[in-house]
């Protein structure tokens, strides 16, 4: 065998090498990608269960809701006539698209969304200490993972976070974990997280009241819910972290992030709706690496 044909086969060895790798790395991000989805068809088929949608009844001021969202059909109503009056009038301008009745279900999910965020879920960046009540950055740092229990597994809490806490009562010591719940029914008892756990609770509660929900990932690091509208027929995008409804731009508009995927997980099955959410969806289609 003389010299080329030695360096001929040495390289396409590398190359056979180089391809493997690439085949590997592909592999392993197809798979990946496909635990996420299994795992959102799982997290959705949770929201459906009897006993999860008694529990999240139960913690919801549904009389007062509901009051609260007769009041903005009223108003949304006469908001809707005095549009059409003024439309009326060649000599007014004309009416703000706006100015349109509201259907109850419809504000009830407002009146929902605007509870949720205000009054029942806290965003936890850090918890307080729970031997000393400290709180804030400055006291309690997060200093890595911690190995969960049988009760964080049991509730879907495969992550948990371990605090340390600088208060001169527990001078550095370990003393808070912070199980990262994939359970609805047990986060609506913490009532507390990030994106992920705020739009898991909320899915469970808009389930719980009879709507037609989807649980959202965008697949860089957020999560939130599109609520059907039957009165509009078509779905709204709720943000419960953002106590917004029907602002699908809000991300790539208002935050400045670029998407590649949002992926939405329902009892219909899951779709990718990232054109929803993006302005030029082609562009965003290109830039995809997965």
Known sequence: MDADELLARSLQQEENALAAAASARDDDVHAAFASRLRGGVETVSRHHDDLAKAVALSVVPLDRL?????????ASRAAAAAAAAAAADASSPSPSPAAKEISHEDARLLRLLRWFKREFFRWCDAPPCDVCGASGPELVSCVGMTPPTANDLAHGASRVEAYACASATCDGAVTTRFPRYNDASKLLETRRGRCGEFANAFAQLCVA?????????????HVWCEVFSASQGRWLHCD???DACDQPLLYEKGWGKKLSYAIAFGRGGVKDVTRRYVVDFDATVAARTR
């Open 209 to 221: 009241l009879g709507y037609d929900t989807r649980w959202v990932i965008d697949w860089e690091d």
């Open 66 to 74: 509901d009051a609260e969202a007769r009041a903005l059909v009223t």
């Open 240 to 242: 419960a972290c953002e």
